[in-house]
C-alpha cells in the first residue's frame, strides 16, 4: 500500500476518475465497502475508460490481478482512476487504481487495483475492431 498525493500534474485527458461517497448499504458486517460493491466500482470505471478510447459499445471479458489491500469505510470516498493499459485489435486492458479519500482532511490512501479486459462489440454482440479516434462519429 502506498499514500497517494493528489497528483494535479497528471494528464486528465488520459486519466477517468470518479468519487462514490460509501453508504451504510455499500458496508459489510464490518462498516466499510463490501469487496463487492468496489469490484463493482471498479468495473464501471474500466467501461468508462475503455467506451471513451475506444469509442465502441464494449462488453467486460476479465478481471486480472484484482487486489482489495485496505479497507474503506463508511464515509469516505472511495475514488477509481482508469488509465489505458494496453489496447489489442478489438480489445483493451484498462488498469484501474482504488483510493480511499477522507472528505474532511482530503488525505488519500490506494487501496485497491486491479486490470480490466474489455471488448468492442457491434449490434449483434460480435467482437468488432477498434477503429482510430479520430474516424468515430462525434455526433452523440
Do not use: W
Not at 478510447?53 to 474503506?72: I, S
Amino acid at each position: 500500500m502506498q499514500d497517494v498525493a493528489a497528483d494535479r500534474q497528471t494528464d486528465r485527458a488520459d486519466v477517468t476518475e470518479r468519487a462514490d461517497l460509501v453508504l451504510p448499504g455499500q458496508a459489510n458486517h464490518y462498516g466499510t465497502l463490501f469487496a463487492g460493491q468496489a469490484l463493482s466500482l471498479m468495473a464501471s470505471a474500466a467501461f468508462t475508460a475503455a467506451s471513451r478510447h475506444a469509442r465502441h459499445d464494449m462488453v467486460l471479458t476479465g478481471v486480472d490481478t484484482l487486489r482489495l489491500d485496505a479497507p474503506v469505510p463508511v464515509g469516505s470516498l472511495f475514488v477509481t482512476q482508469a488509465r489505458l493499459q494496453r489496447r489489442g485489435r478489438s480489445s483493451v486492458t484498462i488498469a484501474v487504481t482504488g483510493i480511499c479519500e477522507n472528505p474532511r482532511s482530503g488525505h488519500r490512501k490506494q487501496v485497491a487495483q486491479g486490470q480490466f479486459r474489455l471488448v468492442a462489440v457491434d449490434p449483434d454482440g460480435r467482437p468488432q475492431p477498434i477503429t482510430d479516434r479520430s474516424s468515430a462519429d462525434e455526433n452523440p
